[in-house]
């Protein structure tokens, strides 16, 4: 196959990259939920026609653009492409296959250009409930977790699958905001499938395979060179998170020889009846984010980009449980693995790595009836500070690894009966050092109905972000009701008056001073 012409390259890809940049502002001013047009909790892919990876939206939850290839590839091994027809729009939420957990749908819709399926356009938001238990870790297995929809049709012929809708409807507690907002997502694959046949039309192409295989085999060149370019050996890293009755512990060894990587996961805490294990699919994800960023931040995430890495997780694992293992709180434990990494490669590339974050992310789900005796349900997200790095101190309250934003107070007070009385940085939660580790926040969140179920995913409660390279570590996280600690691993009823206080983690120091 002869090279394609480096303009054509990339004025192609650019297109692509725009395409599914559209789709992902359609799903802002289109979808229902906080959790999309303010939260930015979704990501829009496209893949080639074998279902690899070619180009995701600029803004993009890092998990996500991971994880929804693999769901891509989970659809057409469900639904022989033989099956598939022209606006044709497929739906799941295996957490298996898709994101980790049942809260985010993922839409999967084949491209048809002459007459065949030459890409796929994907999308997976968080919808603001899937019925079972509220984001509870208390959940034993997945079947408590909310409505399971197995890989099939959403759409065929232009309509949808009526019972499928009905079902849903009928098991959520938000049918009108989970609906609109898978809506929304319906309306994002379609534009990027339409955007891509117009840029194939446009240039003269029968479909992407010489794009992708460019752009594949330079990205893969690329990381390969970054690889080749650090010291060979092995390194590892571990440490105990909060865990339930007893903390968890995490492992990871990182082997580095002749242009290639391998992070082993072996040695981690096994898979709990609990809700906190991370499928398979999410603990790829993080590692292949994370290692990109280090590595290779200045190329937009690709297929080629991962093929020098392999990823190593027993099955059992807490990071690569067995169905139907509970998952709903996957993200308290992926979003160890990329401080996991930048430990174990602290030693080899000092200048590359950064202290541990005050997350993983924090939530506070909510649900109930409010004054006016109607239902809502809906997630508060919290951000602590991320570790500082070797030339800068670590951000406030910014999200990380993940890039989800705060719910503004305008936002939180709109979609949920409560008042947020203050929002203000934590003075001195950041972890000394040469570079000063991020401040976390604190907020006062008071209710103003009674009956409010309240569930909390936090981390960091007992175990600090530590610093790097005799850095100090940031302070704890706290959560209060009405100025007493509470147990957030438990649903918590909040009723009119209740006082809700939560303190973000700061991140940890890189240095000494």
Not at 176 to 200: F, H, K, N, P, Y
Not at 220 to 225: D, F, G, L
Not at 298 to 326: M, Q, T, Y
């Amino acid at each position: 196959m002869s090279k394609l012409d480096p303009v054509k390259l990339e004025l192609v890809w650019t297109r692509l990259i725009s395409a599914v940049d559209e789709a992902a502002k359609a799903i802002v001013r289109t979808s229902f939920s906080t959790l999309s047009n303010e939260a930015n909790d979704f990501a829009c892919v496209l893949t080639d026609g074998q279902a690899r990876s070619l180009a995701q939206n600029t803004g993009s939850i890092p998990s996500f653009i991971g994880t929804l290839p693999n769901t891509v590839r989970a659809i057409r091994e469900a639904i022989p492409e033989s099956e598939m027809r022209p606006g044709d729009i497929y739906v799941t939420n295996n957490p298996w296959i898709g994101t980790g957990h049942l809260n985010d749908v993922c839409l999967v819709r084949p491209i048809f250009h002459g007459g065949r399926i030459v890409a796929y356009g994907a999308t997976t938001s968080h919808v603001p409930d899937i019925g079972g238990r509220l984001r509870s870790t208390e959940a034993r297995e997945l079947f408590e977790e909310g409505f399971h929809i197995p890989p099939m049709l959403l759409l065929r012929d232009g309509v949808a699958d009526a019972t499928l809708i009905k079902l849903l409807r009928t098991n959520i507690r938000t049918p009108d905001q989970t609906e609109g907002d898978i809506w929304a997502q319906a309306s994002a694959v379609t534009l990027i499938g339409d955007r891509v046949v117009q840029t194939l039309s446009d240039h003269g192409l029968a479909d992407l395979t010489a794009v992708a295989t460019e752009i594949f085999d330079r990205s893969e060149a690329a990381m390969t060179e970054r690889l080749r370019a650090l010291p060979e050996g092995s390194w590892s890293a571990a440490f105990e998170t909060d865990g339930m009755d007893q903390p968890f512990h995490l492992e990871v060894r990182v082997t580095l020889k002749d242009g290639a990587l391998l992070a082993d996961f072996s040695g981690s805490s096994p898979q709990q009846p609990r809700s906190v294990n991370c499928p398979f699919t999410y603990t790829r994800a993080m590692t292949w984010f994370v290692l990109k960023a280090m590595l290779l931040p200045e190329l937009p995430s690709n297929e080629g980009i991962f093929r020098p890495i392999r990823i190593s997780v027993p099955e059992g694992c807490i990071l690569n449980p067995r169905e139907p293992a509970p998952v709903g709180g996957r993200a308290a434990t992926g979003h160890y693995v990329p401080v996991l990494m930048f430990q174990a490669l602290a030693e080899a590339i000092p200048d590359k790595v950064r202290a541990a974050p005050g997350s993983p992310l924090w939530m506070m789900s909510l649900a109930g009836r409010d004054q006016a005796g109607q239902p809502y349900a809906g997630t508060l997200f919290f951000n602590g500070g991320t570790g500082a790095g070797a030339a800068q101190d670590g951000c406030d309250s910014i999200s990380w690894p993940s890039n989800i934003s705060a719910t503004p107070v305008e936002v939180a007070e709109r979609t949920a009966p409560v008042m947020i009385h203050r929002k203000v940085q934590r003075a001195g939660s950041g972890g000394a050092g040469r570079h000063m580790g991020g401040l976390g926040h604190e907020t006062e969140i008071e209710c103003e109905t009674d009956g409010m179920a309240a569930v909390f995913v936090t981390e960091r409660i007992k175990y600090p972000a530590p610093g790097l390279f005799g850095g100090g570590p940031g302070a704890r996280g706290e959560v209060l009701m009405d100025g007493k600690p509470v147990n957030t691993r438990v649903q918590q009823v909040l009723n009119r008056g209740t006082r809700v206080t939560v303190r973000t983690p700061g991140g940890g120091g890189y240095g000494t001073g």
